[in-house]
């Protein structure tokens, strides 16, 4: 998947967000849990990435960019 | 054993058990003596100051301390009402212009809101309320069944509804749901959910009637599930009484791959229906746990009905939620409002609320008389949703009869998001759809304003969980010849169905 889609999925759950610089997204409490269950629900239903448990910690889900190394990083394993 | 105040079961399970930790925030532990005293001092310092059967607003960090100023308040015969530090402002003025309350407990984090939301009335430190001197003792006569707390729900024209429940349904609740559910002392809990609405209180009597422990579970660990568990397996939590959306949220995130709860005795779910699938992963990863499906509504104590959820489940079959605590009794009322075996959900005995706090056109709406015995019976509540007996007699949930849905375990009314929505400007019109597969909340609206424009207006007048996932604009919506907008023509259009 490409970097664009990533930012489209975030942005269907936070348009007033400016996911391209923001960091801190959970951190500053950006996105809650709930978020989160569908960012990797979309991931694995649309693009087939599936992220393991261990993958989802805060550090992953601070910034849109930290996303999408782990996932280039699912898909290239 | 009967007790006349739900005080006397603190005292009770103190004098048993004075050094056993009641509860933990992570930070602050307090044991069963020391929880005693902090609400026996909180309620002589509140009586100190004139207060007296009235409203004690609580603006305090979600914590042990909170729990001790809760319990302080009823000491003084008081009834407490939880203002939480992340309402947004517009919802806690909204609930402080109802209330009107002469005293506010507080902590020094919350002391400028805390002034600035209410500035005539007084406002008294924690620290310094739960170091006066108090009585040993908290009371063990009964306060004139007076109120015992309000708790305030989303309401469909967009002023919130406060549920004022007295002391004796929260004794009811204490004589029956920790006997149903089969509590007692070895059990750890973890509580998920936040300390303003009435999901906690089963937590509360575990620990207060039968000498349980539980840790009020830090919010930021539901963003890592794995951590979440582990902090759970360290403290050796063993009771799980959460909203099924958190329970999902654990086992969608795959986390039994990496970690698994390893002492779970009790696991009980409610306010939504659990998916069969996520309850299996559960089910899996703690064989050994016994599971309840609870049913209630906040205008009745939190929880009415209970089932054991026992083996595997069938997929095809709703899960039921079960019968109702001894003394509580079900209606299932026909459109006619005549007693049958499906139709709307009507609960009556002890559990029943007060009313609406100040509000006696909508309590009226939703108490009614006694639908089998009109003259003698007491006031039932109208739940508002739909019901069926199984071949058992168990009560089957089917769904809601109007546009209140549950969403992440909180109860909102799409009414007030699209109330508040046009109170925006350049809002014309605007309906609120739920899309319950995604468990997402869609807003459109008509009228020259911006999308982002009621983004940022809906964040300062609705808390977190009811602002919409998606906001589109459209040029028009769908009317019905009545007038109304036509909420399933708006479905066939967006989501074609």
Redesign the interface.
């Known amino acids: 998947m490409t970097f664009a889609q990533l930012l489209d999925i975030l942005r269907?759950?936070?348009?007033?967000i400016d996911f391209e610089t923001a960091e801190g997204l959970?951190d500053h409490k950006v996105?809650?849990?709930?978020d989160?269950?569908?960012i990797?629900?979309e991931l694995s239903e649309t693009y087939d990435v599936e992220?393991?448990?261990?993958d989802?910690?805060?550090e992953n889900?601070n910034s849109a960019r930290a996303l999408f190394a782990l996932i280039q990083r699912i898909e290239n394993e | 054993m009967y007790m006349k105040s739900f005080l006397s079961y603190l005292n009770q399970t103190a004098d048993l058990l004075p050094d056993k930790l009641a509860f933990s925030d992570g930070e602050q532990g307090l044991t069963f003596r020391e929880l005693r005293q902090a609400a026996a001092n909180v309620g002589a310092c509140l009586r100190h100051s004139g207060a007296k059967a009235e409203p004690v607003g609580v603006l305090m960090e979600r914590g042990a301390p909170e729990i001790a100023a809760f319990l302080g308040v009823l000491e003084a015969g008081c009834f407490y009402v939880p203002l939480d530090e992340q309402m947004p402002r517009e919802r806690l003025d909204r609930i402080v212009r109802t209330l009107c309350p002469r005293f506010i407990l507080t902590d020094r984090k919350n002391l400028t809101a805390a002034e600035g939301l209410c500035p005539a009335a007084e406002h008294l430190l924690y620290t310094g309320a739960a170091a006066f001197p108090g009585p040993d003792r908290l009371r063990d006569e009964s306060a004139a069944d007076g109120l015992a707390y309000v708790v305030f729900t989303s309401g469909s024209t967009g002023e919130p509804k406060g549920v004022s429940i007295r002391e004796s349904s929260l004794l009811d609740y204490a004589a029956t749901l920790p006997e149903a559910l089969s509590f007692d002392d070895s059990l750890i809990f973890g509580i998920q959910s936040p300390l303003y609405f009435d999901a906690w209180l089963k937590e509360l009597l575990g620990v207060i009637v039968k000498g349980a422990t539980a840790y009020l579970l830090p919010r930021e660990l539901f963003v890592n599930p794995v951590s979440l568990i582990q902090y759970i397996n360290e403290r050796q939590i063993n009771a799980l009484c959460w909203v099924s959306s958190a329970f999902s949220l654990v086992s969608r995130l795959r986390t039994f791959y990496a970690v698994v709860p390893e002492h779970l005795k009790l696991m009980c779910f409610g306010s939504e229906v659990l998916p069969v699938k996520q309850l299996t992963a559960w089910q899996k990863a703690c064989p050994d746990a016994r599971v309840f499906q609870l049913y209630g509504a906040t205008e009745c104590t939190g929880m009415s009905f209970y089932h054991p959820v026992a083996g595997p489940q069938d997929p095809a079959k709703p899960v039921p939620v079960g019968k109702p605590f001894p003394g509580t009794r079900l209606y299932l009322l026909d459109d006619e409002g005549q007693p049958s075996k499906e139709g709307e959900i009507v609960i009556g005995g002890p559990c029943v609320m007060a009313g609406y706090y100040k509000d006696p056109v909508r309590t009226a709406a939703a108490l009614i008389p006694d639908p089998v015995d009109p003259e003698h019976g007491e006031l039932c509540y109208r739940t508002g949703d739909h019901g069926r007996l199984d071949e058992n007699g168990d009560l089957i949930f089917v769904g809601r009869r109007d546009q209140q849905i549950k969403h992440m375990g909180h109860r909102v009314e799409l009414g007030e998001i699209e109330a508040a929505a046009l109170s925006l400007k350049g809002v014309h019109e605007a309906v609120c759809m739920y899309v319950a597969d995604r468990q997402r909340i869609d807003l459109f609206y008509t009228g020259p304003a911006q999308p982002w424009d009621l983004v940022v207006g809906l964040k300062v007048k609705l808390p977190g969980y009811m602002t919409p996932s998606r906001t589109e604009q459209r040029s028009e919506l769908p009317h019905l010849p009545n007038g109304k907008i036509d909420r399933r023509a708006i479905e066939q259009k967006e989501y074609g169905k």
Do not use: K
Request: charged residues 10%; negative net charge.
């Open positions: 269907d759950l936070h348009p007033d959970i996105l809650t849990s709930f989160v269950v569908s990797v629900a992220l393991g448990a261990v989802i910690v805060p889900f």
